[in-house]
C-alpha cells in the first residue's frame, strides 16, 4: 500500500513585489496560518529572484513551516551566462522548488522541451524539486488533443530521468486558457488530464512512481473554488498565481479542508 500523498499548494508570485513587500505578505500569511494547517498541507510560496533572500531569512527567523521556491533556474551549473541564476545558487538559499517550463517562460521566453528537459535535469542535480508544468493552449483544447500534449510536456520533460529522481517531483498541470483569465477548468477537466499524467508516469515509470507524484491543478484558483478541485482523486494541489498575493485568500486556499465543495 503506497503513503498518501500530501496536498501541495504553492504560491507563484510572478514579477510582483519588492523584497520589503515579499517579508509583508509572508508575515501576513503566517498570522493567517496555523502550525498545524502548515503541517498538514504543503505551503510554499514562490517569490522572484530578488526577494528570495529576504523571504528566506523571514522564513528561518520566525520559525515558519513554509517552504521556499524559486521561478525558474539555468540549466548550466555555473560560468560565463549573464542573467542566469544557477540550482547551486538557489540550494544555498535554502530554496527547495524550481518552477520549470512555467508556460509564461514557454511563451515568452521561448522555452521549449529539450531546455524544459535541460532545467529539470539542472534542479535534480543539486537537490531541488523541480514543478514541472506543463498545460494547452486554447486552440489545442479545442482541437481535442490537450490530453496528449500535455502527456506528450510530461514525457519530454522527464526524458533521461531515472525513477529515484521521477519519484519525486511535482507536476503542475496548467491549462493555459485559465491562466490569469478568471476562466477556470471544471474540477473533470483537471481530473481528466491529472488522472492521464499519472497513467504516462506509470508507463514510463512503473505504478509505484506514478503513485507517488503529486499532480497540481493551476489556472485562476481562488478560496471559491479549490476544494471542488482537490476534491478529485488525482488532483493532490494546486499553484496559484493571482490570489497567492492576498494573504488572507491564499491562506484561505490552503484551508481548502474547511471549504464545501462546490
Ligand atoms: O503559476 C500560477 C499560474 O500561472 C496560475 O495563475 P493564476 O492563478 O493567476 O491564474
Known amino acids: 500500500m503506497s503513503e498518501p500523498r500530501k496536498p501541495i499548494i504553492a504560491g507563484n508570485w510572478k514579477m510582483n513585489l519588492n523584497h520589503f513587500e515579499a517579508i509583508l505578505l509572508v508575515q501576513k500569511l503566517a498570522a493567517s496560518l496555523t ?46 551566462y549573464t542573467g542566469e541564476i544557477s540550482g547551486g545558487m538557489l540550494a544555498k538559499l535554502n530554496v527547495s522548488y524550481v518552477l520549470v517550463g512555467h508556460s509564461e517562460r514557454r511563451e515568452y521566453h521561448d522555452e521549449d522541451d529539450v531546455l524544459v528537459n535541460g532545467k529539470v535535469k539542472a534542479a535534480f542535480a543539486v537537490g531541488l524539486t523541480p514543478i514541472l508544468c506543463v498545460g494547452e493552449g486554447l486552440v489545442t483544447r479545442e482541437e481535442g488533443t490537450h490530453v496528449a500534449h ?31 483569465t478568471g476562466k477556470t477548468a471544471t474540477p473533470e477537466d483537471a481530473q481528466e488530464v491529472c488522472k492521464a499524467i499519472r497513467v504516462k508516469l506509470a508507463e514510463l515509470y512503473d505504478g509505484e512512481v506514478a503513485e507517488a507524484v503529486r499532480i497540481q491543478y493551476g489556472g485562476s484558483v481562488k478560496a471559491a473554488n479549490i476544494a471542488s478541485i482537490m476534491a478529485q482523486p488525482d488532483v493532490d494541489g494546486a499553484l496559484v498565481g493571482g490570489a497567492s ?17 462546490r
Open 35 to 80: 502550525e498545524p494547517q502548515l503541517t498538514e498541507v504543503e505551503t510554499v510560496v514562490i517569490p522572484p529572484f530578488t526577494a528570495l533572500r529576504s523571504v528566506q531569512t523571514a522564513i528561518e527567523g520566525d520559525k515558519l513551516a513554509l517552504g521556499l521556491g524559486a521561478q525558474d533556474v539555468s540549466k548550466h551549473p555555473s560560468g560565463a
Open 150 to 180: 500535455c502527456t506528450n510536456q510530461v514525457q519530454a520533460g522527464l526524458a533521461g530521468v531515472k525513477a529515484e529522481h521521477a519519484r519525486q517531483v511535482v507536476i503542475a498541470y496548467e491549462p493555459v486558457w485559465a491562466i490569469g
Open 245 to 261: 498575493l492576498e494573504a488572507d485568500e491564499f491562506a484561505s486556499i490552503v484551508r481548502f479542508r474547511e471549504h464545501v465543495a
